[in-house]
Nanobody, 115 residues
Framework: QVQLVESGGGWVQPGGSLRLSCAAS????????MGWYRQAPGKQRELVAF???????NYADSVKGRFTISRDNANNTVHLQMNSLRPEDTAVYYC?????????WGQGTQVTVSS
């Protein structure tokens, strides 16, 4: 089992920044992928960004140039620095961990961008 604990969500005005963090614990496999997904009301969950333990990175087109994902493999944490936030970034953000055995999700953290 892998447990994921997210932090850092909240409310911010358009153009502002937030930093999300996710700490994984439990049965961590050295080769894995950690990332962030989001789900807005009435919409499907979508990829925001992921980064593998080998440092391969992928971003959704809608966040390229504004969001940066980073990892601390020694501490099994992943961060999402979100800059130039827009109202359309409002969603529940979920941390995801997966390896060859299974997929795990965090409980989600709310990000609200509004004036």
């Amino acid at each position: 089992q892998v447990q994921l604990v997210e932090s850092g969500g909240g409310w911010v005005q358009p153009g502002g920044s937030l930093r999300l963090s996710c700490a994984a614990s439990g049965s961590i496999f050295s080769i894995n992928t950690m990332g962030w997904y989001r789900q807005a009301p009435g919409k499907q969950r979508e990829l925001v960004a992921f980064k593998t333990s080998g440092a391969r990175t992928n971003y959704a087109d809608s966040v390229k140039g504004r969001f940066t994902i980073s990892r601390d493999n020694a501490n099994n944490t992943v961060h999402l620095q979100m800059n130039s936030l827009r109202p359309e970034d409002t969603a529940v953000y979920y941390c995801k961990y997966d390896d060859w055995r299974s997929v795990y999700w965090g409980q989600g953290t709310q990000v609200t961008v509004s004036s």
